[in-house]
């Protein structure tokens, strides 16, 4: 949104191009206005009103005075001058200049960066213990840096101590009337462009027309039908170029700019925006220029730039969406063969999920201080020092305030937590409002649907912390916590050993006969599940030598089974570098596997197996079971 500056109100700043009318204010500051033609002499008359000077580029009746092409009106204070484009390109260049350097880069994205204006509301119903407006603004603030614009000011209405008849958002505007005036004047003297609310401007919440009402205070009604307008004009030039999925993205573009910009706490919307933003921008800028005929050259040259721009988002958009998919795909393949039970990280935004998954895993995911690093769930496995497995996804971040909306957005890709065999709830232990976190996020999960997940709460970043000892202390008294930090990686053992624990508790019993020809399946039961101690039966020589293996006669089995395997090898002719090979791998293959074969039992068919395993990998063995029932 931006601001006539005459009108005092708010029009979406795409559909005001700067390229006729440009607006120097001396002694003040350089800054640059649109009008346009249908509210121009509204728009003069309110200036003169509020004591500017203006002048018109073609000698309109409103200017005081011309001189050499440029015009200028005296107010009592300041002068301001009009300047045509032609009669100063200079300063036209400099605004220009001005405006391309708020293109700023972001992860990768040309973003530009607009400027915002906060407003909050503290109402009576918040509980103390809920986030204050106050953090509740600085978290907007740094949500809008997230998505690149610029946090010029804010401000909030509190109802905390005032009567009963105030206490609550206005239903038609939100804010009282007093408060809308402040924020107008704040567009004026900041220049702004976006007005962020800090609650979802819902139906269910408000009036229907609260963001409506706000709309309609802050947007000249003439702007709705000009933007009706040029909606048509566009889409007809695009038909008639052919570009219809251009058409159709620019349509859904414009409809998600309207949307978004009433409700900016949505993480999702927000990464939409750094994409849709820019792009956006230029569009409105070459239909200007193609509509107005005013600059022909240069619009034609405008318009291919952005086909051809507009074309390139489209690929690799779709190239993005799709490794998303073939990356599920594959995942998904993976899980159902080899079903490593999957524990997934959630947590407030900025927390450190991303860091722990990076620090178990060596995974290279974006890890920074900013909210809403992670947009995509990651996942990579986890060896233990058992050797055990499992794998860990690095979810999207939770935020108060989440709309409802949201959650269905995120429904989608956290889509994953469902599947999981443990939920972690990482906190940042060290943030101020880290229990009003735990808070936010624990409704939101239980707005997802995850009772029956086994959870486990990490408390990460104690080497920030001010009390560290106090908080390892206080962990220490509860059997759901754990202390760690993701950084210098203190905690993470017992961090892991809590893991397997917790696992086996997720798993079922199963007693299955594997056959010797899938001996493979042994190996997985191993690696996914956790073999149990079982009674001996009449074992068969080899066996018999397995059997004793353990931990504790580690040393004495290795004395019996290398000697009696490179025998057998220098029998076969087997060159010495392979049986030094073959070596190599069996004391590996020991070390991980000896301590279960005494868990084992060999008989004529195959080998008995009890073990808790996953419960997906349990209905894998559903035959197995049932020959070992018979
Ligand atoms: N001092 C300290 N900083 C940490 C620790 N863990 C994470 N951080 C920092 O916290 C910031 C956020 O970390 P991320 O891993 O991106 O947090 P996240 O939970 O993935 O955040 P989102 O993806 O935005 O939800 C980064 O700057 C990390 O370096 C820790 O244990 N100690
Ligand atoms: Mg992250």
Redesign the pocket.
């Known amino acids: 949104m931006s601001l006539c500056f005459f009108c005092s109100n708010l029009k979406p700043s795409i559909l005001f191009p700067e390229s006729d009318f440009r607006w120097i204010q001396t002694r003040i500051s350089t800054r640059l206005v649109s009008l346009t033609p249908y509210s121009y002499r509204g728009c003069i008359k309110a200036a003169v009103g509020e004591e500017i000077g203006v002048l018109s580029p073609d000698d309109r009746t409103e200017v005081d005075e011309v001189d050499n092409g440029v015009a200028s009106v005296v107010a009592e204070e300041k002068t301001q001058s009009w300047i045509t484009k032609n009669d100063n390109k200079e300063k036209v260049d400099e605004q220009d200049d001005n405006n391309n350097s708020r293109f700023k880069l972001r992860n990768g994205r040309e973003v530009f960066e607009e400027k915002a204006y906060l407003v909050g509301v503290a109402c009576k119903g918040d509980t103390e213990d809920s986030f204050g407006i106050e953090e509740s603004l600085k978290e907007l603030a740094q949500l809008a840096d997230t998505a690149g614009l610029l946090v010029v000011d804010s401000t909030y209405q509190n109802l905390l101590f005032v009567s009963s008849r105030l206490s609550s958002p206005n239903p038609r505007t939100y804010i009282g009337s007093g408060k809308v005036a402040e924020i107008k004047t704040a567009i004026r003297a900041f220049d702004v462009e976006t007005v962020i609310f800090d609650d979802e401007l819902s139906p269910g919440k408000f009036c229907p027309c609260n963001a409506f009402g706000l709309m309609q205070i802050f947007i000249h009604p003439g702007y709705l039908c000009l933007i009706s307008f040029v909606l048509v004009l566009h889409l007809i030039l695009y038909l008639k170029e052919g570009l219809l999925v251009e058409m159709l993205e620019c349509v859904i573009a414009l409809l998600s700019y309207w949307i978004f910009s009433t409700s900016e706490r949505q993480p999702v919307s927000l990464a939409q925006m750094e994409y849709q933003l820019p792009r956006l921008t230029r569009m409105w800028t070459h239909l200007e220029r193609q509509s107005g005929g005013q600059v022909k050259g240069m619009g034609e040259k405008q318009i291919e730039v952005d086909k051809r721009i507009l074309r390139t988002q489209i690929g690799v958009l779709k190239k993005e969406l799709e490794s998303v998919r073939k990356h599920r795909q594959q995942y998904r393949n993976r899980r159902v063969s080899v079903p490593v039970p999957v524990v997934s ?1 959630v ?12 620090r178990l895993t060596g995974a290279d ?11 995509d769930p990651t996942t990579r496995r986890v060896q233990m020092k058992n050797g055990k497995e499992f794998l860990l996804t ?5 935020i108060q305030k989440l709309p409802t909306t949201l959650i269905a957005a995120f429904r989608a890709t956290l889509e994953e937590i469902a599947e999981s065999s443990i939920l972690v709830h ?1 906190v ?1 232990i ?1 943030h101020p409002l880290a229990e009003q976190q735990i808070e936010a996020v624990e409704k939101v999960l239980s707005e997802l649907d995850t009772s029956s997940i086994p959870k486990l709460m990490l408390w ?5 912390a001010g009390d560290a000892e106090k908080i390892k202390l206080e962990a220490k008294t509860r059997n759901n916590v754990v202390c ?5 990686g ?1 905690g993470l053992d017992e961090f892991c050993n809590e893991i397997q624990n917790r696992l086996k508790d997720a798993m079922v019993w199963v007693e299955a006969l594997i056959p010797f020809d899938k001996g493979e399946l042994l190996s997985t039961i191993h690696q996914v599940g956790m073999v149990e101690r079982t009674e001996r039966t009449a074992p068969s020589t080899t066996a018999k030598v397995f059997y004793n293996m353990s931990s504790r006669n580690l040393v004495k089995n290795l004395r019996i089974c290398l000697p009696l395997a490179m025998n057998y090898m220098r029998k076969l002719s087997i060159p010495t570098v392979t049986q030094i090979h073959f070596c190599f791998h069996f004391l590996h293959w020991f070390k991980q596997y000896g301590d279960n074969f005494d868990k084992m039992e060999y008989t004529e068919k195959g080998t008995l197996v009890r073990a808790h395993v996953p419960l997906r990998f349990a209905r894998l063995l559903t035959p197995m079971r049932q020959m070992c029932v018979s």
Do not use: H, P, Q
Request: net charge negative; aromatic share 6%.
């Open positions: 990280l947590g407030y935004t900025n927390a450190g999920k991303s860091t722990l998954l990076n995911v974006l890890a920074e201080d900013r909210l809403f690093a992670t947009l690095d979810t999207v971040g939770f990482v940042d060290s990460n970043k104690v080497d920030k760690i930090s993701a950084v210098t203190e």
